[in-house]
């Protein structure tokens, strides 16, 4: 009897497997956008896209935007990432340098606070 209660515990077990849902067909939203991206072999969600950016320049300045009329940006030292320099930039003045970069603050809607 404890030979045909096995054998019937492992067949019930090996044919729940065939239905067990996978997590990209259980997916939705951002998380299926990032597994479908990981399958084609890219990052949604890269952070670092923002290194490989053109540099600011006095000419041409990063452009930080903000509801309020100030931002704050930090900007790390290149010969020491530990290191933070910070600026702030305010609606109305024009570029100015942060550590080797140009910035300048654009005002957008909302913020009212």
Known sequence: MSSQ?????SSSSSSSDANVVTDFE???GLYRAELEGLAQG????????F???????????????????YRVVGV?????DSIVIWGRLEEGKG???IGDEWFVHK?????GH
């Open 26 to 28: 259980h997916s939705t």
């Open 76 to 80: 790390t030292d290149p010969d020491d």
């Open 42 to 49: 890219k990052d949604i969600f890269d952070h670092y896209d």
């Open 95 to 97: 570029p100015m340098l």
């Open 5 to 9: 209660s096995a054998s019937s515990s």
């Open 107 to 111: 005002r957008v809607g909302g913020g």
């Open 51 to 69: 290194t490989r950016a053109p540099k600011g320049t006095k000419e041409s300045p990063c452009v930080v935007t903000s509801e309020m009329d």
